[in-house]
T-cell receptor, first 115, second 116 residues
Framework: AQSVAQPEDQVNVAEGNPLTVKCTYS??????LFWYVQYPNRGLQFLLK??????LVKGSYGFEAEFNKSQTSFHLKKPSALVSDSALYFC?????????????FGTGTRLLVSP | NAGVTQTPKFQVLKTGQSMTLQCAQD?????MSWYRQDPGMGLRLIHY???????DQGEVPNGYNVSRSTTEDFPLRLLSAAPSQTSVYFC???????????????FGEGSWLTVV
């Protein structure tokens, strides 16, 4: 069975500082990993994904994520946080080897960027 | 290009009432699905479809029905609403249904449902 853990309910960072939102995963086959962002009263917006290839993936709005197979992690990062980055972030995974598209989501991490 | 469109955005139901949440996509996507979002639980898969005429259950299917008569539409029906179905519902779609494709899943704006 697939699973995702986001160990932090909330991350606080000052504007201009680097940010990291943590995610670890468990799948039996090859992991396909995704990050989504949700702004208040809005749907989920796709940020980036790892399917194969380079371990460092670059996505929308200056975000990037590093795939680490040995640590089964896919942490989301940004070098310099903006107040407008404040939102709810979800990590998701699916088994890329078998079956149909069924994303399993983490519980979400709220990012608060202070001015 | 409208993407994934959900209606209504907000709805209040009384216990025992039935209703249908509508979802449509205009991207000729093969895969469509419904998730519910609850505080502290992330998103959980209710039902999904890998093509017209084909549907299957997800993680939390009880109390919900779906059908896929066309590629574009994937309505979610609540048969007899219960307070436990108070949630935010998201419809999502993807070009390919197979996991190995690596295709991104795109989400609608959500439907906020309250059952009193």
């Amino acid at each position: 069975a697939q699973s995702v853990a986001q160990p932090e309910d909330q991350v606080n960072v000052a504007e201009g500082n680097p940010l990291t939102v943590k995610c670890t995963y468990s799948v039996s086959g090859n992991p396909y990993l995704f990050w989504y962002v949700q702004y208040p009263n809005r749907g989920l917006q796709f940020l980036l994904k790892y399917i194969t290839g380079d371990n460092l993936v670059k996505g929308s709005y200056g975000f990037e994520a590093e795939f680490n197979k040995s640590q089964t992690s896919f942490h989301l990062k940004k070098p310099s946080a903006l107040v407008s980055d404040s939102a709810l972030y979800f990590c998701a995974v699916r088994d890329g080897d078998t079956g149909f598209q069924k994303l399993v989501f983490g519980t979400g991490t709220r990012l608060l960027v202070s001015p | 290009n409208a993407g994934v469109t959900q209606t209504p955005k907000f709805q209040v139901l009384k216990t025992g009432q039935s209703m249908t949440l509508q979802c449509a996509q205009d991207m000729n996507h093969e895969y469509m699905s419904w998730y519910r979002q609850d505080p502290g639980m992330g998103l959980r898969l209710i039902h999904y479809s890998v093509g017209a005429g084909i549907t299957d259950q997800g993680e939390v299917p009880n109390g919900y029905n779906v059908s896929r008569s066309t590629t574009e539409d994937f309505p979610l029906r609540l048969l007899s609403a219960a307070p436990s179905q108070t949630s935010v519902y998201f419809c999502a779609s993807s070009y390919s249904a197979t996991a190995i494709s690596g295709n991104t899943i795109y989400f609608g704006e959500g439907s906020w449902l309250t059952v009193v």
